[in-house]
């Protein structure tokens, strides 16, 4: 969606950390969301985040959260071939996702 | 985490001709599910919110004579894509929640349909 916006390209080396960011619109956002999408399948819920914090780490996975600046990172750690894909925030207002286009992540060698 | 089937992955269907997807909750029951349209390399777009036993709400701009949903039981939404043309091809993804305040939303695989 317009409000939600995500630079659309991400090349990183196989064991390098990745970081994806995003930027949102709607103060009202309650939760914020991180979705993986790998070629021709759906989304998978990666991790989400409530609006009040500031971090969240799940293994690999780490989410930072600037609530005043209204910008959402993701970062993936030691990055691997399998994390090769298409990777969208999304911001939840009113119980609706609004996402972003989509960073496309590329693993390199 | 829970489980959303979509059926069928892919659909090839003549122009004119209607054409029925179907998004099943597994293994919860999902008061409110949702209907996505993704374009090639874009971000999926919200077409409407349908609620257990109750009339869809469509966003801005999606016809809801062309796209008809139908969520009868708690596990199950269907969208009835009507008279079909070409420039309803698209990857429509479905996703569902328990409940209306919930917070994770899961996805079905998608559908690809292709209208020739």
């Known amino acids: 969606g317009e409000d939600v916006e995500q630079s659309l390209f991400l090349s990183v080396r196989e064991g390098d950390s990745s970081v994806i960011n995003c930027t949102y619109t709607?103060?009202?956002?309650?939760?914020l969301y991180w979705y993986k999408q790998e070629p021709g399948a759906g989304l998978q819920l990666l991790t989400y985040i409530f609006s009040n914090m500031d971090m969240k780490q799940d293994q690999r996975l780490t989410v930072l959260l600037n609530k005043k600046d209204k910008h959402l990172s993701l970062r993936i750690a030691d990055t691997q071939t399998g994390d090769s894909a298409i990777y969208f925030c999304?911001?939840?207002?009113?119980?609706?996702?609004?996402f972003g286009a989509g960073t496309t992540v590329t693993v390199r060698a | 985490g829970a489980v959303v089937s979509q059926h069928p992955s892919w659909v090839i269907c003549k122009s004119g001709t209607s054409v029925k997807i179907e998004c099943r909750s597994l293994?919860?029951?999902?008061?409110?599910m949702f209907w996505y349209r993704q374009f090639p390399k874009q971000s999926l777009m919200l077409m409407a919110t349908s609620n257990e036993g109750s009339k869809a709400t469509y966003e801005q701009g999606v016809e809801k004579d062309k796209f008809l949903i139908n969520h009868a039981s708690l596990t199950l939404s269907t969208l009835t894509v009507t008279s079909a043309h070409p420039e309803d091809s698209s990857f429509y993804i479905c996703s569902a929640r328990a409940s209306v305040q919930g917070i994770e939303a899961f996805f079905g695989q998608g559908t690809r349909l292709t209208v020739v």
């Open positions: 999304a911001e939840s207002i009113d119980y609706k996702l609004s």
């Open positions: 709607d103060s009202s956002s309650t939760y």
């Open positions: 293994d919860f029951q999902a008061t409110t």
